[in-house]
């Protein structure tokens, strides 16, 4: 599949790339996305939720009524979780949500991501570009110059530069990502990949 390369103002730089097809070409694997999108935010949760068992209730362990001929059910201390204020019965703890995916997996959820957004004609390539001082309207003019600027977009970059993610950090719709640390939610989440050249060769190498 053969796509057309555009420089940031938006024009058609008469060029062509070709999309690797053993990447962007596949068929998707709906299952492995599950997963993958599964595990990616099973690690955003921080896990620190905690509620406090009737051992860790602060109040007298005195118990409150003789053990028979109340003519109701034996009271314990004031903790017990059958009374207003007491602990709670097998309530949440600490925990670590990670778990296992096998690399293999992760590769073809990524790859068929990217190939249902090939499939959708969701993805443009543009020239390699630097901003020469981080500015939201430079980044913001690009956008409506690829016409793009309607969506949620995901530019991404062969590596880091922190002029293009200052001038993109304040628009809401848009994120920046390096092509080695693309990851199969944030291609789904995206409207539209806009793709950079070298980014390409470096989708080839990581996936």
């Known amino acids: 599949m053969e796509v057309n390369v555009y420089n940031i103002k938006g024009e058609d730089t008469g060029r062509k790339v070709a999309l690797n097809e053993s990447i962007f070409g596949i068929e998707p694997n709906d299952h ?5 999108v599964k595990q990616y935010m099973a690690n955003q949760r921080q896990g620190t939720h ?10 007298s362990t ?13 009271r314990g201390d004031i903790n017990s ?6 602990g709670r019965v ?15 997996v992760k590769a073809l959820a990524r790859k068929s ?3 249902y957004k090939a499939k959708e004609n969701a993805i443009v390539v543009v020239e390699d570009f630097n901003f020469e001082a981080p500015k939201t ?29 200052l001038s993109a950090r304040n628009i809401k719709r848009a994120n920046v990502i390096i092509a080695s640390s693309l990851n199969t939610y944030k291609v789904l989440e995206a409207d539209t990949l806009v ?13």
Not at 32 to 36: K, P
Not at 81 to 86: E, K, S
Not at 195 to 207: A, P, V, Y
Request: with cysteine; hydrophobic share 35%.
């Open 81 to 86: 979780p059958v009374l207003v204020g007491g």
């Open 195 to 207: 793709i950079t050249e070298n980014s390409l060769k470096s989708i080839d190498n990581f996936c």
């Open 90 to 104: 097998f309530g949440p703890k600490p925990r670590d949500y990670w778990f296992k995916l096998n690399k293999k």
């Open 137 to 165: 309207k430079d980044f913001v003019e690009m956008t409506k110059n690829l016409k793009v600027a309607d969506k949620k977009l995901l530019l991404v970059l062969p590596e880091a530069n922190k002029n293009v993610y």
């Open 32 to 36: 492995a996305i599950y997963l993958a």
């Open 62 to 74: 005195r118990k409150l009524g003789r053990q028979k001929g109340g003519g109701g059910a034996r």
């Open 113 to 115: 991501a990217l190939s």
């Open 50 to 59: 905690k509620s406090k068992e009737r051992s860790e209730v602060s109040g």
